[in-house]
């Protein structure tokens, strides 16, 4: 049998059967997976996918759906209700650059992905890294998948007070995850405003931030 990495054999992260992903699905009726392609194997998968598919007319259709697998994420907004801020970072992101992003620096709540960790400790661990912070206790917005059009992640939001005690470092990222993130502490009005003038374009802090003026600690209700 041909060694084939991230299948029969361990890829360079020490994974195999990556191309089982999905082959046991039976939730929808509607939806019968033929074969799954391990297309390629970097940090993160991507597969190519083949499925019978029954459209609302009754009629079967072959498909084929490439999807991205970089595994579930979180992420969170810090507030501090008695100073009016928000914790937020700003750090290059090439995929927003060479899609007409002026300079690739997108100002972001602080956010990674699960690893073998729950929801609340991924996020409370990269608080601590990348911004240098231990959050108050954490509520839990909502879940959301971002890009489900090709992306599998779902992305677990959550809110969290604190102030300037919870410092606990000077944040910024790992280095040798080639993390170089600044800390933004902004007033609430400011980081609102520019979700509408275009100076924050990153989807997840924008759902973030409209919640907390619309519903969270800045809505006309909490009393500020």
């Known amino acids: 049998?041909?060694?084939?990495?991230?299948?029969?054999?361990?890829?360079?992260?020490?994974?195999?059967?990556?191309?089982?992903?999905?082959?046991?699905?039976?939730?929808?009726p509607d939806?019968?997976?033929?074969?799954?392609?391990?297309?390629?194997?970097?940090?993160?998968?991507?597969?190519?996918?083949?499925?019978?598919?029954r459209r609302r007319d009754g009629h079967w259709e072959t498909q084929q759906r490439e999807t991205y697998d970089r595994g579930n994420g979180a992420v969170v907004l810090p507030y501090d209700t008695g100073r009016g801020c928000v914790l937020l970072t700003r750090?290059?992101?090439y995929p927003a650059y060479v899609n007409d992003h002026p300079d690739g620096m997108l100002i972001e709540a602080a956010a990674g992905l699960l690893d073998t960790d729950d929801p609340p400790d991924a996020i409370r661990r990269e608080?601590?890294?990348?911004?240098?912070?231990?959050?108050?206790?954490?509520?839990?917005?909502l879940d959301a998948y971002m890009s489900p059009?090709?992306?599998?992640?779902?992305?677990?939001?959550?809110?969290?007070?604190?102030?300037?005690?919870?410092?606990?470092?000077?944040?910024?990222?790992?280095?040798?995850?080639g993390e170089d993130i600044e800390v933004l502490e902004l007033p609430f009005t400011d980081a609102f405003s520019m979700?509408?003038?275009?100076?924050?374009t990153d989807g997840k802090t924008i759902l973030l931030l409209q919640w907390a003026a619309l519903d969270g600690p800045f809505a006309p209700a909490s009393g500020r």
């Open 127 to 141: 608080s601590v890294e990348e911004l240098g912070v231990s959050l108050g206790p954490l509520t839990h917005i």
């Open 31 to 53: 939806v019968v997976i033929r074969d799954v392609e391990l297309t390629s194997q970097g940090w993160h998968v991507l597969r190519r996918t083949t499925f019978d598919y």
């Open 149 to 177: 059009g090709s992306v599998t992640e779902r992305l677990h939001f959550f809110a969290a007070p604190y102030t300037p005690a919870d410092r606990t470092g000077t944040g910024g990222g790992l280095e040798e995850d």
């Open 91 to 93: 750090q290059f992101r």
């Open 195 to 200: 979700t509408r003038d275009g100076r924050i």
């Open 1 to 28: 049998m041909t060694s084939r990495p991230g299948i029969n054999a361990p890829d360079h992260r020490g994974r195999t059967g990556l191309d089982q992903a999905g082959r046991g699905l039976d939730r929808n």
